[in-house]
């Protein structure tokens, strides 16, 4: 169907944190069903508590060894401290919290997961490793980000946007979206100069995408995949939602989504940002007018 994205919705999505720690995956739940009321606030406190007791929440440990391998790049994230960096390089064991959960809103088994694993480190005064980015967080930052009472939550917690050069100009990817049953977005030939400004707006663009794929999850038909428009405008106000602030413009511009399947099971789909057909200039003068548009000559 022209102008709508068929994106098929997975039966369960997962979540897996580690903490590094001597403690067994025994010791480790008693501690998180001591530490969650103390640690934790309403409404995620008591929900991860409830799950946790009842197994909804799995425990366990591992070796270094056998964990998720963290690439080079995991270290340079913005606001990484190396001295959570290195608590976790030189970890020769882990405790992990993990959560099966149906696509939908808000993201409990992300939630809960996170809030089991802050509440044990900030106890033990150790960082969390989110194995999903990967990303290493402190427990204070981690228990920051968890939704609210009203399921709201700053979507640049939870997904990251990266750039990698190349001759034709920057790629842009997300990672994050998958934790919601989406494919992660991307962009190629991002002309250097914008790519500050590009980062921003793929956070917008994940925002309003992501608004569009709770809408289809409510109103699908059983199991059949769910259909999101494949253009919509994204908005300064989106950015800002994105990232948790007041929007400071009305600036607007209308972007084209198309779905790149995986083509093996080593490789994954994304949602392609690309300019409409009808377009008269080059991808590089799409990017740069999409951010005159949006956040005009700031």
């Known amino acids: 169907m022209a102008g709508v994205l068929i994106l098929p919705v997975p039966e369960v999505l997962s979540a897996a944190y580690l903490v590094p720690t001597w403690l067994d995956a025994a010791a480790a739940r008693e501690r998180a069903m001591a530490e969650l009321s103390a640690q934790v606030p309403e409404p995620f406190g008591s929900l991860a508590a409830e799950m946790l007791e009842a197994g909804t929440i799995r425990v366990g440990d591992m070796q270094a060894s056998d964990a998720p391998a963290l690439p080079a790049k995991f270290q ?19 405790i992990v919290f993990e959560a099966t959960w149906r696509p939908g809103w808000p993201p409990v088994h992300e939630a809960v997961t996170r809030a089991c694993a802050a509440a044990v480190a ?37 997904v990251l946007a990266s750039s990698s050069p190349a001759p034709q100009g920057a ?5 994050g979206l998958g934790r919601f049953g989406l494919p992660e977005l991307r962009a190629s030939n991002v002309p250097a100069q914008l790519g500050e400004q590009w980062d921003a707006l793929m956070m917008g663009i994940a925002a309003r995408l992501l608004s569009l794929w ?46 790149d399947p995986a083509t093996g099971d080593s490789s994954d789909s994304f949602l392609t940002v690309q300019p409409p057909g009808d377009f008269p200039g080059s991808a590089g003068e799409y990017f740069a007018q999409v951010s005159m548009e949006v956040f005009g000559r700031r």
């Open 76 to 94: 340079q994230y913005p606001g990484v401290e190396s001295r959570l960096v290195e608590s976790v390089a030189s970890a020769s064991h882990f």
């Open 122 to 158: 900030a106890d033990l005064r150790q960082p969390v490793v989110d194995t999903f980015v990967p990303q290493v967080l402190t427990p204070e930052h981690a228990i920051a980000t968890l939704p609210d009472a009203s399921a709201r939550f700053k979507l640049s917690d939870w």
């Open 171 to 175: 790629w842009l990817t997300t990672k």
């Open 214 to 259: 709770v809408d289809a999850l409510r109103t699908r038909d059983g199991e059949t995949p769910a259909e999101v428009a494949s253009s919509f405008d994204v908005r300064e106000a989106d950015v800002a939602r994105a990232h948790g602030i007041q929007p400071s413009g009305d600036g607007k511009a209308l972007v084209l989504l198309t779905l």
